[in-house]
């Protein structure tokens, strides 16, 4: 990201006062299953990258990845979407309260935060 991507206003004087040309360098990169970049990176630049990756090269990789195995863990994980619009940025000078604790008749320990 440039700096005169972002828009005039005081918040962006406030955080970025004192940024160079780019805020972010990007280094955006397309690497195949091997780990090998056959595209980019696309340092400092405006770029789109296109790659062609051979998908025979993806039967062995996908074997290697378990998502929906033990890594699929409900009881660990959860992805939650708020889809309600709220600000990107939000200022606050207050302190937030202190998580709630309590623990349940299996001995787990629950954090409840009223934020």
Do not use: C, Q
């Amino acid at each position: 990201m440039a700096k005169d991507d972002l828009p005039d206003s005081p918040l962006t004087e406030k955080f970025y006062a004192g940024a160079k040309e780019w805020i972010n360098a990007g280094d955006s990169a397309i690497v195949d299953p091997h780990g090998t970049i056959v595209a980019g990176p696309a340092h400092k630049t405006e770029e789109i990258l296109y790659a062609e990756i051979d998908s025979r090269l993806l039967a062995r990789p996908k074997w290697m990845l378990d998502v929906a195995g033990h890594y699929g863990r409900p009881d660990v994980f959860e992805l939650r979407v708020n889809s309600a619009a709220r600000p990107m940025l939000t200022i606050t000078d207050r302190a937030l309260p202190a998580p709630e604790r309590s623990t349940a008749a299996d001995g787990h320990e629950t954090v409840a935060s009223s934020r």
